[in-house]
């Protein structure tokens, strides 16, 4: 693998430089998410690395992204895929270090592309320095009031303090040495911060200010709608918690208050030029309380996750896009659009899936309904359908967000032994409660294949911490390159077209093209998308075809009426 410098990165293209002061840089950018561990490894010891990623920066300019977002690389004892982070303010050494983190910025920024880091203020590792002293320091100290830490029922205090499940399964409590319990949302090692405590914001604020001074351009907030927590002295059970509206006043969840700590972070975010950007990521019920993340005086953005967990049909679409373009509009955001990313199954297997209601579920529930890998699955038009929606997507006012592998089409990799797989979402359940969260997040963390063949599918000299399948040699970078039919060159003329063709963040329905199955419309400058959602093939709308998400069918005619817009497919035409 060749290491670049930044004086061997041209530009993506000439007006590359001239983005770097834009404040709204983030309003309409393809933002691609890199999983650190899993994209390219230049250490040759089987896990990616960020002189890995930045011998790719060629790769992410020519695909034609504006921005990449870096999942965790901090110090982490990877209890659960470095969101459990043991030191905000360094890198892992398996990952690199901090001159490997300024040479990547300095790469990216010299080919024209932004830099996102992902921040986990919701809850540290257990290695971090404070819940270790929290640890030594026993019950009441000063260091146990940056977690929460609460004495446990029972005669003895033997049982936790209330019944609650972590969001991976299992107990939410756990209990320490000298008999105290600590909560813990997530895994045993995701120790929850208390951010009632001061000391807990001021390091954040010194955190974002680390990083920003080392030329970050924003932040991926990880479960910002869980910090601020009321928990008062009387815990309800589990069964209470469930019931209660989360309306603002939910002990745990999407707290009013918790928009305090952003007001402050935006002013953190405003000392810089342009300002620090930051996306939420927010399960929230309504997408009226996740723009309340998105807000100007707050984070600035927040992750829509309705097209992730809608369904490939015309009507939930439109109604999505419709429903998030008019509260972007009311806020002074700007929409933000997803369909995978490091927690879900990959979207060209989700779209693979037997009909049933509900599908697809957004942790792979009906991935492992379906009977996992084998049983039930059509690939090929999970994939059609895939690229059909990444194109309508790509095509929409606002950001979206790119998860590594989705532009060769990569579908999830259910091919992992048990004893192989690292996720706590797997390994904290069995068969028996793993309905919610499936066979786990691995199978689309599995590193890169860019080559046919060779160690690794050339992720790497030394192999891959995760098993990759024999079919990945077809989904290569090298497979695909060149391949006018590939999803690899779909994204390409795709993501670069869509830097000429983005104006207004607005568009029209042409109702008079649109009907149950098909959706058509119109962005500034005669720029048109029109999806296919149907099985039956219908008349293609009038225009030069700019790019396909499937081969058209119909005669070539000079009218380009008698073409046909098939099933599953979308185009972009200009008219
Ligand atoms: C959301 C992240 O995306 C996920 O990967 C992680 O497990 C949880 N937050 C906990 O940090």
């Given at each position: 693998m060749t290491s670049q410098s930044a004086a061997d990165i041209r530009p993506l293209d000439e007006s590359a430089e001239l983005l770097v002061d834009d404040p709204t840089w983030w309003r309409q950018a393809a933002v691609y998410q890199i999983y650190p561990r899993s994209f390219a490894d230049a250490s040759g010891d089987g896990i990616g690395d960020l002189r890995g990623i930045t011998s790719r920066v060629p790769y992410l300019r020519d695909l034609g992204v504006d921005a990449v977002w870096l999942s965790p690389f901090y110090p982490s004892a990877l209890a659960d895929g470095g969101y459990d982070v043991d030191d905000y303010r360094d890198v892992d050494p398996r990952i690199g270090t901090l001159e490997d983190f300024d040479e990547l910025s300095s790469v990216l920024h010299a080919a024209g592309l932004r830099l996102i880091v992902d921040l986990v203020p919701n809850h540290t590792g257990s290695g971090h320095a404070w819940f270790q002293e929290a640890l030594a320091a026993g019950r009441g100290s000063r260091a146990r009031e940056r977690y929460i830490f609460r004495e446990g029922r029972g005669e003895h205090g033997e049982l936790p303090p209330a019944d609650w499940e972590s969001i991976f399964g299992g107990p939410a409590w756990t209990r320490v040495e000298d008999g105290q319990w600590y909560l813990h949302l997530f895994a045993t090692e995701q120790p929850d911060l208390n951010w009632a405590d001061r000391e807990v914001h001021e390091d954040f604020l010194t955190t974002l200010r680390f990083w920003s001074d080392r030329g970050v351009d924003g932040f991926r907030v990880d479960v910002a709608h869980a910090l601020a927590k009321d928990l008062g002295e009387e815990l309800p059970s589990a069964a209470e918690l469930q019931a209660m509206p989360q309306d603002g006043r939910h002990p745990l969840w999407d707290r009013d208050e918790v928009h305090e700590i952003y007001a402050e972070w935006r002013r953190v975010f405003e000392e810089y030029s342009p300002p620090r950007t930051a996306v939420a990521e927010a399960w929230v019920g309504s997408a009226e309380r996740r723009a309340r993340y998105a807000s100007p005086q707050g984070l600035g953005q927040a992750f829509n996750f309705d097209l992730l967990e809608a369904d490939f049909d015309a009507a939930d679409y439109r109604r999505i896009v419709t429903e998030n373009l008019a509260q972007s509009a009311q806020t002074g955001s700007s929409s933000t659009w997803v369909f995978s990313n490091h927690d879900v199954v990959r979207h060209a297997t989700r779209y693979g899936?037997?009909?049933?209601?509900?599908?697809?579920g957004k942790q792979g529930a009906d991935w492992v309904a379906a009977g996992g890998p084998d049983e039930g699955i059509d690939r090929e038009l999970g994939l059609r359908r895939a690229r059909a929606a990444t194109l309508f997507e790509l095509a929409l006012p606002g950001s979206a967000y790119l998860y590594q592998g989705e532009e060769l089409g990569l579908h999830e990799v259910a091919e992992i032994p048990d004893d192989q797989r690292q996720d706590p979402a797997f390994l904290r359940t069995t068969p028996e409660t793993r309905s919610d969260d499936g066979l786990g997040r691995d199978g689309c963390r599995v590193p890169l294949p860019w080559a046919r063949g060779g160690a690794s599918f050339g992720f790497g000299e030394g192999g891959s911490h995760l098993p990759q399948p024999s079919w990945f040699a077809d989904f290569s970078v090298e497979a695909e390159s060149d391949d006018p039919t590939s999803t690899l060159e779909m994204y390409r003329r795709a993501l670069h077209l869509r830097r000429e063709l983005h104006g207004a963040e607005t568009l029209t329905w042409d109702d008079a093209l649109s009907d149950g199955e098909v959706l058509v419309f119109e962005r500034t400058g005669g720029w048109v998308c029109a999806t296919n959602f149907g099985d039956e093939e219908v008349p293609l709308p009038a225009g030069e075809v700019l790019v396909a998400s499937g081969e058209l069918g119909g005669s070539e005619d000079a009218a380009g009426g008698a073409r046909v817009l098939p099933g599953a497919t979308t185009v972009w035409l200009r008219r």
């Open positions: 899936l037997p009909p049933r209601a509900g599908r697809p």
